[in-house]
């Protein structure tokens, strides 16, 4: 029996998008009591956050929707190229998730990546067996009436009419036609290479989170459904096999809770990180951590897998920006195979923006996001300790893989190619260039009075004076680098990505399903 006394049929371990819909489905059997437990804040329906609302995914770059202490390195020492040091990374803990904070683009996997998962024996998860799903929690404002598409589920998908799309959209699109890459309607049922409109679960008022979607006010209401926030798990408890109950921590007290069932969807860096906590993956790690070993497990914490992204940017033109009253930035974007032998299908995806952040700077920023689809490179999240207040370490390892390199080294010059079309051209001033995601434009891009100002006045000085211009761009967005010098090097341009890359803050694959 519980402190409460209460008897959980399940507890699900995490509020992110799946514990969200796990929390709605489980609990419409009026027969299971489900306890729904998230280490980060409520959002509950008519008094959420008012940066979560926002249909523009900026304004929720608060340090409070995220975890404080969680860092990560993007990649590891290799031969002729040094790693970097782990940086801030940022993990939603909010109730909702990613879904909570993220950029709101509803861009479904392609067929081919399930086919591959059945062929690997995962019953259940072929394309014909997922489209369904799709289709279920879909309202797609545009394509609700087609065969592929739902028209009635608690998730709105729309798009921006190209007719809408800002200048600096435009003209990146017809260079992307000019440069054999055809006009694709619909991204989400057409899975071929070109540029599309961009699919987002919004409105044009407002975010719509899984927690919006799923955990609504008649949700909430259900008598056997408890949803508690702020509660972190530690450890899951197993006893003869099997899980039992969970250890929490809620505003500095423990408490231990017991289950008949316990549902682990804390994400790729969580959910491993608690189930190393509770004694289940690799052996010698967890002896080396001082956790007694449950179940040696080597793959939990491995095969972790991220997008590796570069940003190629240009300062726009006033009559090329977005419009304000266009307010999310997701307009246009474009799928392609690298054009390399060893290419992989839809391997780049580019998300092209005429907004790259919420400030001054922000909005004078056309971005082509260029990200590497179905990575080589692994990396792993292990413990630094057993303690539950010591975060976990996360090595990403992204372009440790060659092929990735050349793959997204591919996409980055197609990118410029795209920016080099004359039509393009005269929607920027200067030249475009290689953005780092620096820790300086992460801190920049937290929502903040601060940032604001000195926002307004760096854009205020890059549009006075070409010199300046230059000097500024390339000092504070581009790290000094000459893209032109880069891009008639491949090596140089390999170590350029290797020393700036990111993720698109899409880690996965730490808990791999398999037979």
């Known amino acids: 029996m519980n402190r409460d006394g209460r008897h959980w049929n399940h507890i699900i371990v995490g509020g992110g998008s799946a ?9 419409a059997d009026p027969r299971r009591n489900v306890l729904l437990l998230e280490a980060g804040r409520d959002t ?16 929720a770059m608060r340090l409070e929707n995220f975890w404080p202490d969680l860092r990560a390195r993007w990649t590891a020492e290799m031969t002729d190229m040094p790693g970097r040091a782990a940086t801030f990374y940022e993990q939603a803990r909010i109730l909702g998730g990613g879904s909570s904070v993220n950029s709101m683009v509803a861009v479904r996997a392609v067929p081919d990546d399930f086919a591959e998962w059945a062929e690997l024996g995962l019953k259940g998860w072929s394309w014909d067996d997922i489209l369904p799903f799709y289709m279920e929690i879909e309202r797609d404002i545009d394509f609700g009436d087609r065969p592929e598409h739902g028209n009635s589920g608690p998730i709105p998908i729309r798009r921006h009419e190209c007719e809408a799309w800002p200048g600096f959209c435009k003209a990146v699109g017809n260079a992307a036609g000019r440069c054999g890459l055809r006009y694709i309607d619909d991204l989400n049922a057409d899975f071929g290479d070109g540029y599309s409109r961009v699919p987002m679960n919004s409105t044009p008022q407002r975010r719509v989170s899984a927690a919006a979607a799923f955990l609504d006010r008649d949700v ?4 056997n459904l408890e949803i508690r926030t702020s509660t972190a798990v530690t450890r899951v408890i197993v006893e003869e096999g099997c899980a039992t109950g969970v250890e929490t921590e809620r505003h500095g007290a423990a408490e231990t809770i017991r289950a008949a069932s316990i549902v682990l969807a804390a994400g790729a860096i969580w959910s491993p990180t608690i189930l190393q906590r509770s004694g289940i993956g690799p052996a010698s790690h967890l002896a080396g951590v001082g956790v007694p070993v449950v179940v040696d497990l080597p793959e939990v914490g491995a095969n972790l897998q991220e997008h590796a992204t570069v940003s190629v940017a240009a300062f726009l033109r006033r009559d090329a920006c977005q419009s304000p009253e266009l307010r999310s930035h997701a307009n246009m974007a474009f799928r392609a195979r690298a054009r390399l032998p060893e290419a992989e299908g839809a391997d780049i995806y580019a998300a092209v923006m005429a907004k790259s952040s919420w400030h001054e700077m922000g909005r004078r920023l056309g971005n082509v996001l260029v990200s590497l689809h179905r990575p080589h490179s692994r990396g792993r999240v292990s413990l630094v300790s057993g303690d539950p207040s010591v975060g976990p370490d996360v090595d990403f390892r992204i372009l440790e893989h060659p092929h990735d390199r050349t793959r997204l080294a591919d996409g980055v010059r197609l990118a410029f190619e795209l920016l080099s079309d004359p039509e393009a051209r005269a929607t920027y001033l200067g030249r475009p260039f290689l953005a780092a995601y620096s820790p300086f434009v992460q801190s920049l891009n937290r929502y903040t009075r601060w940032n604001a100002v000195r926002s307004a006045a760096a854009t205020a000085l890059v549009d006075f004076s070409g010199p300046l211009r230059s000097h500024l761009i390339d000092g504070l967005l581009a790290s000094g680098t000459d893209a032109a010098d880069v891009l008639a090097d491949q090596e140089r341009l390999e170590h350029w990505m290797f020393e700036n890359a990111t993720g698109f803050f899409h880690p996965a694959g730490t808990c791999a399903m398999g037979t």
């Open 44 to 59: 509950p329906p008519g008094d959420e956050p008012p940066e979560t609302l926002d249909p523009y995914y900026a304004r």
């Open 220 to 223: 909430r209401a259900r008598p």
């Open 19 to 27: 514990g969200c819909v796990a929390a709605a489905e489980l609990s």
